[in-house]
Structure formats: structure tokens, C-alpha cells
Nanobody, 116 residues
Framework: QVQLVESGGGLVQPGGSLRLSCAAS????????RGWYRQAPGKQRELVAA???????NYADSVKGRFTISRDNAKNTVYLQMNNLKPEDTAVYYC??????????WGQGTQVTVSS
């Protein structure tokens, strides 16, 4: 059983920063990708950023230059540093782990609200 626990969401003003964390525990083997997704009200869940097993990183065009994904393998934790936040970044953010078997695990989600 794999568990993903997210933290770090909250309310921030436009231009502000937040850092999300996702700690993984359980029987985790052969991870091929770790990522962050988000879902705004009335919209589909979308990929925000991901780290592939080889270390390469992918970002949604809308967050390039503002968000940075990183990981700490020793802590089994992935982070999402979000700078220069905009109101359109408001969403529930979900942590994701994909295994080599194509099984996906999701966190419970953390709310990020960008508003003045």
C-alpha cells in the first residue's frame, strides 16, 4: 500500500510564493515519474510539473519560469516551489506517483488559493 501525504497549500496574494510537499510511504518500487497535477473548479485535472525517472523535468507552459519541481530521494519527498503566483493558479493540487506497472497513486489534494 502506498500513501502520499501533501502539505503546504494555503491562501496567498498574487505575486506570492508557496512550497508544496508530498511525502510518500509504503511499498514503493520502480517509480517512473513523480508529479504534481491541479484541478480548478469546473475544469479537468491537468499536469503542472513532473520529474521522470532519469531526472528530466516537464512543466506546463503556464507555469514555466515560475514553478520548480524537485525531489529528495532520501526522504521520498517531492516538492513544488511556486513563485509569482497568479489568481489563475488557484486550484486543488494533487501529488502523483507512477510506477513501472503504470499504476498511479494520488495524494488527497491540497488547496491553493491566490487572491488579494
Amino acid at each position: 500500500q502506498v500513501q502520499l501525504v501533501e502539505s503546504g497549500g494555503g491562501l496567498v496574494q498574487p505575486g506570492g510564493s508557496l512550497r508544496l510537499s508530498c511525502a510518500a510511504s509504503g511499498s514503493i518500487f520502480s517509480i517512473t515519474a513523480r508529479g504534481w497535477y491541479r484541478q480548478a473548479p469546473g475544469k479537468q485535472r491537468e499536469l503542472v510539473a513532473a520529474i521522470i525517472s532519469g531526472g528530466s523535468k516537464n512543466y506546463a507552459d503556464s507555469v514555466k519560469g515560475r514553478f520548480t519541481i524537485s525531489r529528495d530521494n532520501a526522504k521520498n519527498t517531492v516538492y513544488l516551489q511556486m513563485n509569482n503566483l497568479k489568481p489563475e493558479d488557484t486550484a486543488v493540487y494533487y501529488c502523483n506517483i507512477r510506477l513501472i506497472t503504470n499504476i498511479n497513486y494520488w495524494g488527497q489534494g491540497t488547496q491553493v488559493t491566490v487572491s488579494s
